[in-house]
Every structure is written in C-alpha cells, then in structure tokens.
C-alpha cells in the first residue's frame, strides 16, 4: 500500500489526502469492523461456555449419562460458535453473504472427500450414542483391535479407553461401529481360562487334581465352580485347562497368580512341563 503511494507520487500532503479520503477511510472502516467482530465473538464464546457448564450441571443433576451430555453439548457448542462467526462476518459486511454461500458451495465437495475419516468417526459416536453397546466405565474388547480395558470417554471422533496396563487410547469411532466389540460389563463376571501343558507319561487325574487344588487356594474366598480339563493332545504335550469365572477387576491378577502356581506346583508332585527341544546323534563315520 505505502509503495503504491511512493509509486503514485503521493506522499506530498495533498496527495496523501486525497488517498485517505479515497481508501484510507475503507481500510480504517475494514480493521474498526474486524476488531469489533473479534470483541463480539470473545463475548459471545464466554456467554456460551457459561451457557453449557449450567445445561451440563443440570442434566448431571437428572442422572443423564456424562458421556451423551458430553458429546452432544460439544456438538452444539461447536455448531453455535460456527452460526455467530459466520453472522458477525454478514451483520458487519466483513464478507458479504454471497460470497460465503459461494465459497461453501464450492469448498463442499472438496471438505466432503478431504473428511470422510473424520465423517464416518462423527456417524460413529451418533450411533454409539444412540445404540450405547457401552458406556462410561464398562469394560470392553475390541478383538480385531487387540485392545481392552475401560471407556473413559466418548468424543465427538474418538473414544477413549484405559488399558489394564495404564495406557490411555483413542480408538476412532468408526472402528468401534465397523468391529467386533466385546462388553465384558454386561456381566460383573469374566470367564477366566488358563491353559498348560504336561507330558504323555503323568498320570492324568493327579495333574488334574493339582491345578483344582492350586486354582482352589487362589480363589479364596471368593466362590466359582472350578472346571478341569484336557483341551487337546499335541505331538508333544498333554494340554491341560482350568475354566473359572472370576470378577472383572480380578481378572488379570489371578491370571497371573495361578500361573505362576501352576509351575511352583507341579515341581513339588513332579509333574514335567515339556519344552521344545532337540536332540542330536552324532554318528562315527568308518575310518
């Protein structure tokens, strides 16, 4: 702009008042207008957000579930503050209202296949909203994922979910409504398996008789019908499995727990647990 002026030859006063009077007062009109809409929209947004923390409170207040209140007041949060920029942009003439018809007229295919990620997770948290196979603190499995553990939260895109392990993951909405997702806080009970082997020559029933004794003692108090049994005969091995139910908080440390009894005992009644192994003859060639 300032160039234009050198360039025109108006930097002499009578010049540059004939500039001011032509565009300068335009481009003052223009930054009053911006700061204005910046003012509005700062105000506005503070209102909203006070709006939404009182709509939250009282539907936490009526027992709706946290995660659908969430999501739907970030959607409408969202939604509400896109509708005030674009009306701030037409009411001050920033932008006039034929341009932006124009420009969403013609950025919308281009949005639409630049976005079908992003579409299909939104459709997925409606329909996990909708349908709820789950909720805030339920346990699930996504089985195709490999990912277990509690569901923290339900986003707009993603879910988040807390593994056993204490890792947070963002699984994509999508892959919840397009894979196979297990709820194991249908039931307050999980069916726990634990599978080991033993070789052809122990007897049977004593093997048998130890893992229900050992997985006994590590139950406690805590009372499940206790199921032993051969699952398969292997090329090496006699393939032995233990059935219980146990409570889902529990799960993973009596998993570990009778596993690690599983070996301390057999050692004691001498039960073998075959490994792989190899063995090699050497063969004297004649001389």
Do not use: C
């Not at 027992?63 to 509400?80: E, N, P, Q, W």
């Not at 999508?174 to 709820?183: D, E, F, K, P």
């Not at 004593?206 to 292997?234: C, N, Q, R, W, Y």
């Not at 393939?239 to 570990?256: A, E, H, N, T």
């Amino acid at each position: 702009m300032l160039l234009s002026i050198l360039d025109k030859g108006l930097f002499d006063p009578g010049g540059l008042k004939d500039w001011l009077q032509n565009k300068g007062l335009s481009v003052v009109d223009y930054l009053i207008k911006l700061v204005l809409a910046v003012i509005i929209y700062f105000i506005i947004s503070k209102i909203l957000k006070m709006v939404i923390a009182k709509i939250q409170t009282r539907l936490d207040k009526r027992g709706v579930d946290h995660i659908a209140s969430h999501f739907i007041l970030s959607l409408l949060k969202y939604a509400a503050l896109v509708f005030v920029i674009v009306t701030i942009i037409i009411q001050l003439h920033i932008v006039e209202a034929a341009s932006i018809a124009a420009l969403i007229a013609s950025a919308g295919v281009g949005i639409s296949l630049a976005m079908q990620g992003a579409l299909s997770n939104f459709a997925g948290g409606i329909l996990l909203l909708v349908i709820k196979p789950f909720k805030k603190g339920d346990y699930i499995v996504i089985t195709d994922k490999n990912v277990e553990g509690v569901v923290e939260l339900i986003e707009i895109y993603y879910t988040t979910i807390k593994t056993v392990y204490g890792e947070t993951v963002k699984i994509p909405n999508s892959q919840l409504t397009n894979n196979s997702v297990l709820n194991k806080s249908a039931d307050s009970m999980r069916a726990l398996v634990v599978y080991t082997g033993v070789s052809y020559d122990t007897d049977i029933e004593k093997a048998k008789e130890v893992l229900e004794k050992l997985t006994k003692d590590e139950l406690g108090d805590l009372e499940s019908s206790i199921s032993v049994f051969v699952d398969e005969l292997s090329e090496s091995s006699v393939k032995l499995g233990v059935f219980i139910m146990v409570p889902i908080d529990r799960y993973l440390s009596l998993k570990r727990s009778i596993n690690e009894r599983i070996i301390k005992d057999f050692r004691e009644n001498g039960i073998v647990i075959p490994y792989n192994k190899l063995d090699v003859h050497l063969i004297e060639g004649n001389k």
